[in-house]
């Protein structure tokens, strides 16, 4: 299978942990995405990197959010000092940077925080 | 602001029935993309759309994106159990680097 994949599926943890989650993209593809969802509601953007350089964050991305593409290959989202309502999907995507820039997406990680 | 609205929000209906949902925008798209996804997992493609005036089939579904690139519509013929789930509108803004999604319409069809 050579789609977006992450890892893990699910995860559950207490407020105040930190979790961090991998996405591996679509191989030829050189642009990366995070997305949050939660219930009931479209994905939201937080943050994308084209190739290592991380090239747009969103409001919603808070001090305790970091994201890592180091060989611009696979990233890491890493969410420190965790709190409920960081409870959701998170949602990676890849992407040519080239033609209509169609995103394609792994199966989420989703996080309950306790 | 919802840069991206889509209608209905929620639908219900009986298998065998016709619909279609809509994606509105202010703003003109360089592309549009339909996807559907299903509980606990992430948006699946359906199809993408680049010039204004489209019109792409997928089997019983037919996307139509709008002469002026500011909206689609997408319509389901003969809906089945199977196509129920959330489609998700989103596309790329005026050329722009962002991917803007839709908040989606929640479709269940009743066999």
């Known amino acids: 299978d050579t789609g977006v994949s992450q890892d893990p599926r699910h995860k559950i943890t207490k407020r105040g942990q930190n979790v961090t989650f991998r996405c591996d993209p679509i191989?030829?593809?050189?642009?990366l995405y995070w997305y949050r969802q939660t219930l009931g509601q479209g994905p939201e953007f937080l943050t994308y990197?084209?190739?290592?350089?991380?090239?747009?964050k969103s409001r919603l991305l808070s001090d305790r959010f970091s994201a890592e593409r180091p060989k611009g290959s696979f990233s890491t989202l890493e969410i420190q000092r965790t709190e409920q309502g960081d409870s959701a999907m998170y949602l990676c995507?890849?992407?040519?940077?080239?033609?209509?820039?169609?995103?394609?997406f792994g199966p989420g990680t989703r996080l309950l925080v306790l | 602001t919802q840069l991206l609205e889509q209608s209905p929000q929620f639908l219900s209906i009986q298998e065998g029935e016709n619909l279609t949902v809509y994606c509105n925008s202010s703003s003109v798209f360089s592309s549009l993309q339909w996807y559907r996804q299903e509980p606990g997992e992430g948006p699946v493609l359906l199809v993408t759309v680049v010039t204004g005036g489209e019109v792409k089939k997928l089997k019983r579904l037919t996307f139509q994106f709008g002469d002026a690139r500011k909206d689609s519509s997408l319509h389901i013929t003969a809906a089945q159990p199977g196509d129920t789930g959330l489609y998700l509108c989103a596309g790329v803004i005026n050329y722009g680097q962002n991917f803007v999604f839709g908040p989606g319409t929640r479709l269940s069809v009743l066999p």
């Open positions: 191989s030829e593809h050189n642009r």
């Open positions: 990197f084209q190739n290592e350089a991380q090239l747009e």
């Open positions: 995507a890849s992407s040519l940077d080239s033609g209509s820039g169609t995103q394609y």
